[in-house]
């Protein structure tokens, strides 16, 4: 039987929905026509849809609705959601103290499922982050490559495997500089072989290691501005 979590959420039925939520007002002023703002989504594909709202609280929030198709999906979905299985990972996360987007609750009706993530408000993608301001000032350049180590370093001393590990996938802050993960789903922990996981570890530590701790740390050349780490 599949348990809820975290216990102190507010469980509730709407509209014959299943929702476990930190605060049942989250829905108040989207839900029940959640379809229009389906019509202007973040991104959208036959199998699901993001959309933003904005709840009574004044806080901005992510909706992922999963809509499977095909028997085999479906009979999985019956059973454990992507949504649910999504909020395991992030519970694992949070749990291992890795730096990731705030889950806030999720529902159930069927094979569907939705689930509600807080809004960063103030970041962006590493990925835009880097094409902005990495590739033309050097100390931002160097100050990012420091932060994403740090964020490496701990998912591989907390054996985190992310299926999906990519600059898309990390959100900055331009000004803190904190870094975060989303799109959680596939999260594990310890997973693929000894020899993966202890490859993988060897190569990620010694990058953190020139970046953090190494006599020279970044060689951030100023011609063309092509990065590598010094040992």
Request: aromatic share 12%; with cysteine; net charge neutral.
């Amino acid at each position: 039987m599949k348990k809820s979590f975290p216990s102190t959420w507010d469980k509730c039925f709407v509209e014959k929905w299943h929702w476990h939520l930190q605060n049942t007002g989250i829905l108040d002023t989207w839900f029940k026509d959640y379809p229009r703002y389906e019509q202007q989504p973040v991104k959208k594909n036959p199998l699901r849809c993001v959309f933003k709202v904005q709840a009574s609280d004044g806080m901005n929030y992510f909706i992922k609705h999963d809509k499977p198709k095909g028997f085999l999906s479906c009979l999985k979905a019956w059973f454990r959601s992507k949504s649910y299985a999504e909020m395991q990972s992030f519970m694992l996360l949070k749990n291992a103290g890795i730096p990731c987007v705030e889950y806030v609750g999720y529902g159930e009706y069927g094979k569907e499922s939705m689930l509600v993530t807080k809004a960063l408000d103030g970041f962006m993608s590493c990925q835009e982050y880097w094409y902005r301001y990495g590739g033309k000032d050097l100390e931002k350049a160097e100050l990012f490559f420091q932060q994403l180590c740090r964020l490496i370093r701990l998912l591989l001393e907390r054996r985190i495997h992310h299926p999906d590990f990519h600059s898309a996938n990390l959100m900055i802050h331009p000004e803190s500089m904190d870094i975060v993960l989303i799109d959680l789903y596939g999260v594990d922990a310890g997973t693929g072989s000894k020899a993966d996981m202890v490859a993988e570890g060897h190569l990620h530590h010694s990058l953190a290691d020139a970046v953090l701790h190494g006599p020279g740390g970044l060689d951030l050349a100023p011609q063309g501005q092509v990065m590598q780490c010094v040992p």
